[in-house]
């Protein structure tokens, strides 16, 4: 069965300084990864995701992520954490993939100090 | 631009209540989703449907049924609240046919049950 481990539930970086969120997955098929955030009071926004292609997968705001079949890791980074970055993120893996259902990770709450 | 709308963003009700979460899509996606999201739990998936009518029990369905009459909409229904059942509900949809569709989430209701 699918899963996803999130190490950390909270995590706090200095401005300027390089994010790093964990996220480990189990499945026993090639999986489909997913990266969300989720800003205060809001619902969640797609922030990258892998399916097939390049393992090394950019998204939105200056994050990306690398999928790393070996480690069975899937971990976010950006290079240089905004004050505008603090929110939740969540790993997510697909389970089906005609409906997409989505299995999520407990979340990695992000705060950045200045 | 994308919408999946949650009618009802704050929402407080009594013990025994009956109560109906509704979401709508605009994006014509055959499937729909309601998760309930706990802090240090992540997004637990209730339901979800993948065509008109039609409907499947997620991980958590107990205590919780679903209603899809319209392509568009998708209504979560509490029979009788309980307090164990104050959370955040989240409905998403996503487009079925394609791998590694994203999948779109409201903005969330906050639901209190006292």
């Known amino acids: 069965a699918q899963s996803v481990t999130q190490l950390g539930s909270h995590v706090s970086v200095s401005e300027g300084a390089l994010v790093l969120l964990r996220c480990n997955y189990s499945s026993s098929v090639p999986p489909y990864l997913f990266w969300y955030v989720q800003y205060p009071n809001q619902g969640l926004q797609l922030l990258l995701k892998y399916t097939t292609g390049a393992t090394l997968v950019k998204g939105i705001n200056g994050f990306e992520a690398e999928f790393k079949k070996s480690e069975t890791s899937f971990h976010l980074t950006k290079p240089s954490a905004h004050m505008s970055d603090a929110a939740e993120y969540f790993c997510a893996v697909s389970l089906l993939r005609g409906y997409n259902k989505l299995i999520f990770g407990a979340g990695t709450r992000l705060a950045v100090h200045p | 631009d994308v919408k999946v709308t949650q009618s009802s963003r704050y929402l407080v009700k009594r013990t025994g209540e009956k109560v109906f979460l509704e979401c709508v899509q605009d994006?014509?996606?055959?499937?729909m989703f309601w998760y309930r999201q706990d802090p240090g739990l992540g997004l637990r998936l209730i339901y979800f449907?993948?065509?008109?009518?039609?409907?499947e029990k997620g991980d958590i369905p107990e205590g919780y049924s679903v209603s899809r009459e319209k392509k568009e909409r998708f209504s979560l229904i509490l029979e009788s609240a309980s307090t164990n059942q104050t959370s955040m509900y989240l409905c998403?949809?996503?487009?079925?046919?394609?791998?590694?569709?994203?999948?779109?989430f409201g903005e969330g209701s906050w639901l209190t049950v006292v």
């Open positions: 449907s993948y065509d008109v009518k039609m409907k």
């Open positions: 994006m014509d996606h055959e499937n």
């Open positions: 998403a949809s996503s487009q079925t046919g394609e791998t590694g569709n994203t999948i779109y």
